[in-house]
């Protein structure tokens, strides 16, 4: 270790003392106890307060466990009750890569010397990357004991999750450790077991390992599959996740951070350049107008020192139209007929509306204009005229990286007026969708359903909405729930397309398949399993390696929704817009948000945030209004008739009640209400 002190964290898990800080004794407790009983080796670098929340514990620990500059030792306290708000051992389960059931035991074992109680205590200790959690009951007392019984082993276990050599610390055997730390056999928590245990831990460090290297794992603990083994059957499944809870912003950011850097390609100038983001800047070849041009119908003059005044009969002659052609000089004295956008003639410098004249005289055959009254003398030098690159000059940049095409036609209308055939824009990837599960039949499928089948609306709202967005979609069909079908689709679709959306199979259920396969069969990784989120909690993100035809090697995306209708909308919109943004360029990435005013009062979920469908008008009085679809029950597709944006309600009791303001993020076109 490079560190002189190994760096300590405490999190102080209490919904009381995260409503008032000033009733937490804990923190001053534990601080003293590393001063008192550490040794000097311990420097507390950090302390919080969270309430009793899965999601606030997990996201605390992971704060100070996943980054760079990571902290030894992380040390909770409460929580670790029987209660329903007890869920502490719930939140840090999931997070540990290697458990530590020695550091459990000697922590009960030294409860138990105290109190009979200690056993409705349920601590959990093991490592996450390099840091060593352990968890301590919410009492000062009990939670200041563990702490103490424990704490001159843990710089042991620390140095060696931080990565300290093995062999060299243990050069010395258990004894030297022993007097380093400061304990001894008999010092030690009360039991045979404890004496047991340090000399299995001598035989295990001392013998010699007769020249062979000592084994080495090739993956990191994180890297290995969590999923269940569908081979165990149902008896050994997981009767709870062991994905950790993410929030949706943290899902989000995870998935912008393992999305594929947008990729350059050369597109032709045309409609189905629309909806493309540009790679690059965007020069005019040449300038607009090209010549000088008339911006009315009239008549070209030639105003000169001679023959400052435009007021008086004037012979026509020649006629400029708005064609490609020559044209002879103007002279002084003479006008030439011309339209909106025709070149002027050599010469001309002025142009005179045709309401500011009358016709004098027509030729013999009465079809064309001989002469013409010029009523005004108040035209002036280039009046009514268009200089060359008076719109776009040649070399001027005309659109810049990272514009989108959009159907409004504005952009495309600029690239073709200055003559560009082709552009530089970001590669949109190709998107396939999948439909899981032995229930799903086809949409279309004639004849009634049997009992359990369920036709599919999830793959054609999921293809229509990706389509709707601009990127190329492929059928990817409905998979079984067996293991080699979906394992042959998924490998089928990885060859054909860049981003895999599959909805069902992501839940708890035995024939729930996405996650295994992913992890087990086609080695996948799963980033994340489960979202505080209503709708949409066990959404699934995983990336899964690839060889291309030439050898190289890349990751294809693959966003598990859930099954029910009305969670894959919510998901899709939330977590695989952004991703498809990021593909092409787009910043910022995801749905616009934007805030509303209530029609009725909203009724909140007091454990997770939701994404409620709702209707989004634009009022009479300028602001943006918000209505509920109706009932949000995750497998209602009315819910999504209609529904042009999500409302972003947070996770408390109670209501948000009419008239006030919640931010939306829109889906769809806001209809005016005018």
Request: with cysteine; aromatic share 4%.
């Amino acid at each position: 270790m490079s560190r002189t002190k190994l760096r300590a964290a405490i999190l102080i898990v209490s919904d009381t003392a995260a409503q008032d800080p000033s009733t937490d004794k804990a923190n001053d407790v534990l601080r003293e106890a590393f001063v008192a009983d550490g040794g000097d080796q311990w420097d507390v670098v950090d302390s919080k307060i969270v309430p009793d929340s899965v999601l606030e514990i997990q996201r605390t620990v992971c704060q100070w466990s996943d980054c760079e500059d990571f902290v030894n030792l992380i040390v909770t306290t409460g929580g670790t009750g029987f209660t329903s708000k007890d869920n502490t051992p719930e939140a840090i389960n999931p997070l540990i890569h290697r458990h530590a059931p020695g550091l459990v035991h000697g922590m009960l074992a030294a409860s138990l010397a105290v109190t009979p109680f200690a056993i409705m205590s349920r601590p959990v200790a093991g490592v996450r990357n390099k840091s060593l959690i352990i968890t301590l009951p919410g009492s000062l007392k009990g939670a200041q004991e563990n702490l103490q019984s424990v704490l001159k082993l843990l710089p042991h276990a620390c140095i060696q999750a931080a990565g300290a050599d093995s062999r060299s610390i243990h050069a010395g055997g258990v004894k030297k450790l022993e007097e380093d730390a400061g304990v001894s056999a008999g010092a030690a928590p009360p039991g045979k077991a404890t004496g047991v245990n340090h000399n299995s831990h001598a035989q295990h460090h001392g013998h010699d390992h007769g020249g062979h290297a000592m084994p080495k794992a090739h993956t990191n603990p994180d890297e290995r599959p969590k999923s269940n083994d569908p081979k165990e059957g149902p008896t050994r499944r997981y009767r709870a996740s062991p994905y950790p809870m993410l929030s949706v912003e943290d899902a989000t950011n995870l998935i912008l951070q393992r999305a594929p850097a947008p990729q350059m390609s050369k597109a032709a100038v045309n409609g189905a350049l629309v909806g493309s983001v540009l790679a690059e800047d965007v020069e005019a070849a040449e300038a607009v107008p090209a010549y000088r041009a008339s911006i009315v119908d009239g008549y070209a003059v030639v105003m000169s020192p001679n023959r400052p005044s435009t007021k008086g009969v004037f012979p026509v002659a020649s006629v400029s139209h708005a064609t490609p052609g020559e044209i002879p000089p103007l002279r002084s004295g003479q006008v030439a007929r011309i339209t909106t956008g025709a070149p002027l003639p050599p010469g001309a410098t002025s142009v005179v509306m045709v309401e500011d004249t009358v016709l004098k005289g027509m030729t013999e055959d009465g079809k064309e204009e001989k002469e013409v009254e010029i009523l005004t003398d108040k035209i002036k030098p280039d009046e009514n005229i268009r200089e060359i690159g008076s719109d776009i000059k040649a070399g001027e940049v005309i659109l810049r990286k990272g514009e989108e095409i959009t159907a409004v036609g504005g952009e495309l209308g600029l690239l073709a007026s200055v003559g560009k055939a082709d552009v530089m824009i970001y590669k949109k990837p190709v998107v396939g969708v999948l439909s899981t599960g032995d229930e799903i039949v086809q949409h279309d499928r004639p004849g009634e359903l049997r009992l359990g089948e369920v036709r599919d609306c999830n793959r054609p709202t999921v293809m229509a909405a990706v389509r709707g967005w601009g990127f190329e979609v492929v059928d990817l069909g409905i998979a079984r729930d067996k293991p080699g079908d979906l394992e042959s689709t998924l490998r089928s679709a990885i060859r054909k397309v860049d981003i895999i959306i599959t909805t069902g199979g992501v839940s708890m259920g035995e024939l729930d398949l996405l996650k295994p396969t992913i992890e087990r069969s086609l080695g996948g990784t799963i980033h994340f399993g489960r979202v505080a989120m209503k709708p949409g909690k066990p959404t699934t993100f995983a990336t899964i390696p690839y060889q291309t035809p030439t050898g190289e090697r890349e990751s294809r995306l693959i966003f598990s929704l859930p099954g029910n209708p009305a969670s894959a909308v919510v998901t899709l919109h939330l977590f695989v817009l952004p991703s498809l943004h990021k593909a092409i360029g787009i910043s910022p990435a995801g749905l616009s948000k934007v805030f509303v005013t209530l029609d009725h009062d909203v009724a909140l979920d007091p454990q997770r945030p939701e994404y409620h469908r709702a209707v989004v008008t634009a009022g009479r009085d300028g602001l943006m209004h918000a209505s509920s679809t109706g009932g949000q029950r995750s497998s209602r597709v009315g819910s999504l008739k209609s529904a042009n944006a999500l409302l972003c309600l947070p996770a408390r009791e109670g209501v948000l009640g009419q008239g006030e303001t919640v931010e939306a993020l829109l889906m769809g076109r806001v209809v005016g209400g005018l």
